[in-house]
């Protein structure tokens, strides 16, 4: 019942919202298989760096050598944006100088901290850094061992607000300077140029599908990326690597990126109707012939186990 609850939940905000998030998107990570590549279709692939490549995930230990690079130009020069991602601390940082757990981490080649994004239990807050001025969101309810959802939205009048499982933070902080930037990071603090890092400035947690929106995003849309987390103790990660995402041709790919077999995998409308359904047993990658699939939003259902698990898919 909770399963075919948020699978209903995700068709109705989708409808609502999502079709302006994608066109909006600038960069999309899902980690599946431990890729790098950007899911939005825009080109921009990124780096890992140390053992950050766990599968699946995006994992950071209690290091400076773990992290990920994303390329500068995802949002350099913007006033506007939204950042998206899901993040599970495996531990927080709270001894040594200036501790805390950092989200992103950017900045240039003649000025250090220029952007950044962490979580700073010592204080409980979330904490936005854009050139030396801190602007901090208040929460003091972010616990270790379970995933969130979080949405960092910037307008273009400058209006910055944080959203944790779809639920936003009653303060709005202001800063329209763009973001003037050359290097990008997840999971650890850069003190100069793309480098001095500390470990007890380290993510220290996992992430997984952090997207960069070139807009403020809407309340509605936000839920719309949080909608197969939120009411959800703990994340199911989908079982299967699908792509190309959007298609821009007839044949889409599923792979499993799991050692599980025997899954069942439905097609489905954005109206909740079936359209094919196959049972993936030994195989490690298969095609879905699209052919006969009209341009639009869908989504693959992949059920094992009683557990269900949806990815939206877009035919172009």
Request: glycine share 6%; proline share 3%; aromatic share 12%.
């Amino acid at each position: 019942m909770k399963n075919n609850y948020i699978l209903l939940v995700l068709f109705i905000l989708i409808i609502s919202g999502g079709l302006k998030s994608q066109t909006n998107l600038l960069a999309s990570y899902n980690f599946n298989g431990g890729s790098a590549t950007d899911n939005s279709g825009n080109g921009n692939t990124g780096t890992f760096f140390g053992s950050a490549a766990i599968m699946d995930t995006l994992t950071v230990g209690y290091n400076t050598t773990d992290y990920f690079s994303v390329p500068a130009s995802v949002l350099n020069s913007r006033v506007q944006f939204s950042a998206v991602f899901k993040i599970k601390f495996t531990a927080f940082n709270t001894t040594g100088a200036y501790p805390t757990n950092t989200i992103f981490s950017a900045d240039n080649s003649s000025t250090s901290g220029v952007f950044a994004l962490s979580y700073q239990k010592d204080v409980t807050k979330w904490r936005v850094g854009n050139n030396v001025v801190a602007f901090d969101f208040a929460d003091n309810s972010i616990v270790t061992g379970k995933w969130y959802c979080v949405t960092l939205t910037r307008d273009n009048i400058g209006n910055m607000k944080l959203y944790v499982d779809g639920t936003q933070n009653p303060t709005v902080n202001t800063y329209a300077t763009p973001i003037s930037i050359t290097s990008f990071l997840v999971g650890q603090e850069t003190d100069c140029f793309a480098s001095c890092f500390a470990a007890n400035q380290c993510g220290y947690a996992k992430y997984d599908d952090i997207k960069f929106y070139d807009n403020a995003l809407t309340s509605s849309e936000i839920n719309s990326n949080c909608a197969v987390l939120i009411g959800v103790n703990e994340y199911q990660k989908p079982q299967m690597s699908i792509y190309p995402n959007p298609l821009n041709g007839d044949i889409l790919r599923i792979k499993n990126t799991s050692s599980i077999s025997n899954f069942n995998i439905e097609m489905l409308s954005i109206d909740g109707k079936k359209l094919k359904e196959f049972t993936f047993t030994n195989e490690t990658e298969f095609n879905i012939d699209m052919s006969g699939i009209k341009p639009g939003i869908y989504f693959i259902k992949t059920t094992q186990n009683s557990q269900s698990s949806v990815i939206k898919i877009i035919k172009d």
